[in-house]
């Protein structure tokens, strides 16, 4: 075994399981999909670490443990259309695709975006488009079988959950502060919807998402 994988067998090991992550087909994807190519070359030695690795932009990787919990939730299955908002490094887009999605995802900055593409293109994520766009701007209605959100809403917006499919999954996290709370939503019907609190985190805003007003005295 190559000092690699005994990396990412213990970081599926003694982080991703440890955090809840017990879905076969989830950890099977992240077992496939290595992260050392998704690292900016200066922190590839920590590739595996319970850490936000840095990337341009100012901008961070998920870590392993939430990027699993995110993979679990949507439980994408083969041939579902996938909506990303936030491509970062490229690294979730390939684990939605090894589950059998069929991947658009929308980066707001060019630069990581073409960072991405040229990371996938390497993985040989080739069911992944990735498009240099502003995904606080979406205005898709019933379009997409699964939805994630790679950055916070500081106050919910529903048209995220608009552009699900009927049956379609939504993962977001809401809020503001070092308490947010990770959501999962369904579309049950054309006005209907449920939403369950999986977990707290926190993650930085999504750019040009609504936020609360400022309370002024």
Sequence with gaps: MTSTQAALDQMISQQVRTWEVLDTRTLEAMQRVPREPFV???????????????????????????????????????????????????????????????????ELHAQIASLARANLAAAGAASVEVTTADGAALFSETAYDAIVLTASLPIYDPRFERALKYGGRLFVVVGTGSVMEARLVERLGASQFSSQVLFETSLEALENAPAPPLFRF
């Design 40 to 106: 900016p070359a200066a922190w590839r030695s920590l590739a595996c670490a319970d850490c936000a690795l840095p990337l341009p932009c100012g901008k961070h990787m998920l870590t392993p443990m939430l990027a699993g919990r995110m993979l679990q939730a949507l439980g994408v299955r083969q041939g579902e259309q996938v909506l990303e908002i936030g491509t970062g490094s490229g690294y979730l887009s390939a684990c939605l695709a090894a589950l059998g999605g069929r991947v658009q995802s929308l």
